[in-house]
């Protein structure tokens, strides 16, 4: 393993990243997204499907549901994507620092 600078910095970029996952609530909107996908998606299979008035109602209630907390967790949402961002960019930088190829000579 090479220790340099972008190694470093790769390292400390990726465990920051790590951080704000859990600090910002990234992970908390992970879920609630998850959760808010899920429910878009049966409410739209079941509106689809359905053939009388109250499996109508029950399925447009779960779309509502799913469309509030898309965007309640919105500003969640955003958190995610930067720490994700960050993560992938330390990865990057680890990796790229670890490559043959990047190497400084004196001549």
């Not at 959760?35 to 779309?63: E, H, M, P, Q, W």
Request: hydrophobic fraction near 60%; charge should be positive; charged fraction near 10%.
């Amino acid at each position: 393993m090479v220790w340099n600078g972008r190694s470093i910095g790769g390292i400390a970029l990726g465990l920051l990243g790590v951080c704000t996952l859990f600090v910002w609530g990234g992970f908390e909107a992970f879920i609630s997204y998850a959760l808010a996908f899920i429910l878009l998606y049966f409410g739209f299979r079941f509106l689809r499907t359905a053939d009388n008035a109250l499996k109508k109602i029950c399925s447009v209630l779960g779309l509502i549901a799913g469309g509030v907390l898309l965007l309640y967790w919105l500003p969640k949402f955003i958190a995610l994507l930067i720490s994700a961002a960050m993560i992938i960019g330390g990865w990057y930088l680890f990796r790229t620092a670890q490559a043959k190829s990047f190497t400084y000579r004196v001549k």
